[in-house]
């Protein structure tokens, strides 16, 4: 898998699919609020529907929303920000590699700057959600005697 970093506003970027955070109580981050004024409303009404409280590891995928240039937009829970950790951020990052091999998304952007646990510095925290990532998409497959590749697997994070 390839990993990139890029700076852009969530309303620019386009990619099959785009995560931004939710924090508990159904709360969006700075990314998913600007977001969510470029769709006219978009995210915040999928929000009250319910379906994603911003319990850690939560998720919901949104398709065709408008204002917004990517094909989906995942939304991933991270709990309370003020509680925040590495450990839950890495909890969250494997739910939202999982959900994305499910969605057949081969590329994602995953918006989350400005979202810090209180337990880590920048480099620690993309260290170590490249790693989860890795983690979680890795398959070993050479033991078995039919191994069945993904259909389309995520190749690309940024």
């Known amino acids: ?3 990139k970093v890029k700076t852009a506003a969530p309303s620019a970027i386009k990619s099959p699919c785009l995560v931004v955070g939710v924090f508990a109580k159904r709360r969006l981050s700075a ?3 600007e977001l969510d004024q470029a769709s006219a409303g978009a995210l915040s009404q999928a929000l009250k529907f319910g379906d994603i409280e911003g319990e850690v590891g939560d998720s919901q995928m949104l398709y065709q929303v408008p204002g917004c240039k990517c094909e989906r937009v995942l939304l991933l829970g991270l709990g309370d920000p003020k509680q925040l950790k590495l450990a839950d951020l890495r909890k969250a990052v494997a739910a939202a590699v999982t959900a994305l091999d499910q969605g057949h998304s081969t590329e994602a952007v995953f918006h989350l700057d400005g979202i810090a646990p209180g337990d880590g510095d920048p480099y620690r925290t993309a260290r170590d959600l490249v790693l989860t990532a890795q983690q979680t ?16 697997p995520l190749r690309e994070l940024t």
């Open 1 to 3: 898998m390839q990993y």
């Open 31 to 33: 990314a998913g609020e």
């Open 137 to 152: 998409s890795y398959r070993f497959d050479q033991l078995k005697s039919d191994p069945k590749p993904p259909k389309r």
